[in-house]
């Protein structure tokens, strides 16, 4: 399988390209994108920060499977590749609960989303400060919508 | 000796070297025990068949140049002396590139006046990272070896220069508790306790652990799982992590451990080195 971007096999062959200097930070980025490009998901299922969401999450018990469903809102989004994670805070009897989640787990079978939120930050870690009706985000109802 | 054959396979060696890509798709070297060198490229996480995330380290192994045959007859032990990553032959000293190619010296005539064989080269370029493999092979001066020797090879163990921290105190290096915060204890929260006892011996045993130089050495990783082997883009994928910077020289070899037989860290993933 040739390594995806600029990088082809055939350039990978020739004797010129082995001799730039090892750790060539270009290149090794580029020998790490195709071992993860393995692990990568096809297609994500689409949501952004502020979102309320249900992640559904496949568990194995015993040799049955089940679905679980874990709801609340994506209030970060880290990393890249095969290491991207995405982290959904709900309250569960008035106790803060957050759980992180690999973007490209095999063990999420899909990602809903139930309500759109307006967020003027990337990470809403503010919201762990808050209680009761404070927590709630206004609505984004054009991107509701286009969905 | 075999200097004859060995003179025989020169040219061969020479017109392959003209195309790699032959080379690379040659069947596997054998070897006693397999062994190859390469370079770290990173870390970085991959999905099990079950999505367990496994966290793993890409090495760049291979292909490499074997440059030198030793018998037990003439060297004492058997082993081959392999090359890995060319050098540019501005920067590698006449004995670097007389490893490689024939050159041509005062003490080579005498020796060919006299009717000495000179020994094979392996007619390539001078090579970066030069280290011997144990065990009889039957590689031949010349013969490329990629991260297909690995097939089939469940476990390896990687060796490299761990990366240098410089003067480290003993919680880093040895590990140590160092003290506590608080009960009076006075700016001494990282330093170890006592070293040693009373008048009686009255004085430090050798080896005794404490601050110093740490790292930037020989460091052995054992056992660590082959997840994958990309033989397209030679690249050993190992599970767990591995001495040294990212760029680093290391050498990959088979494990000499036991072989896994369920429990903690048994193989779950399917090998996908034959796609």
């Known amino acids: 399988m040739p390594l995806t971007g600029k990088q082809t096999t055939t350039q990978k062959n020739n004797s010129q390209q082995l001799n730039t200097f090892p750790g060539d930070p270009k290149m090794s980025q580029q020998i790490l994108d195709h071992v993860e490009s393995n692990s990568l998901k096809t297609e994500i299922d689409k949501f952004e920060i502020g979102d309320t969401v249900d992640v559904h999450n496949r568990i194995l018990e015993g040799n049955k499977e089940r679905t679980q469903v874990f709801n609340g809102v994506v209030i970060a989004r880290s990393g890249a590749g095969s290491r991207e994670m995405f982290t959904v805070r709900r309250i569960v009897s008035g106790e803060g609960v957050e759980r992180k989640f690999p973007v490209h787990s095999p063990k999420i079978a899909k990602i809903v ?19 009761g009706k404070a927590v709630r985000l206004r609505e984004r109802r054009t991107d509701v919508a286009s969905k | ?18 195309v790699p890509a032959a080379i690379a798709a040659s069947e596997p070297v054998e070897m006693e025990r397999k062994g190859l060198l ?12 079950d999505g367990t995330v496994v966290p793993v380290t890409v090495i760049e192994a291979g292909p490499c140049t074997v440059l030198l045959s030793r018998s037990a007859g003439r060297d004492g032990y058997d082993a081959i002396q392999v090359g890995y990553r060319d050098k540019p032959r501005r920067l590698a000293s006449r004995s670097v590139r007389g490893q490689v190619v024939k050159l041509e010296s005062k003490r080579a005539k005498k020796r060919s006046h006299a009717g000495i064989e000179m020994v094979a080269k392996a007619d390539c370029e001078p090579q970066r990272f030069v280290r011997e493999f144990r065990g009889e092979t039957k590689a031949q001066v010349g013969q490329k070896i990629t991260v297909a020797v690995f097939e089939g090879c469940d476990a390896v ?35 170890q306790g006592g070293t040693g006892m009373c008048q009686s011996p009255g004085r430090l045993f050798k080896g005794k652990k404490m601050a110093g130089r740490f790292g930037n050495e020989r460091s052995t990783m054992r056992n660590l799982r082959l997840v994958d082997i990309d033989n397209d883009q030679n690249l050993l994928v190992v599970r767990g992590a591995v001495p040294g910077p990212n760029g680093g020289y290391v050498v990959v070899r088979q494990t000499n451990k036991v072989k896994r037989s369920g429990g903690v860290g048994t193989p779950t993933s399917k090998k996908k080195g034959a796609k």
């Open chain 1, 113 to 131: 989303v139930k309500r759109s939120g307006v967020t003027r930050r990337a990470k809403l870690y503010y919201l762990r400060d808050r209680i």
């Open chain 2, 1 to 18: 000796m075999a200097a004859e054959d060995q003179k025989d396979e020169t040219p061969e060696s020479q017109s392959e070297s003209d």
């Open chain 2, 38 to 49: 390469g370079r770290k490229i990173g870390m970085t996480q991959i999905f099990d068949d």
């Open chain 2, 157 to 191: 163990d990687v060796i490299g220069v761990s990366k240098g921290r410089g003067t480290a105190g003993v919680m880093k290096r040895h590990g140590f508790s160092g003290q506590r915060a608080t009960h009076g204890v006075k700016k001494v929260h990282r330093h």
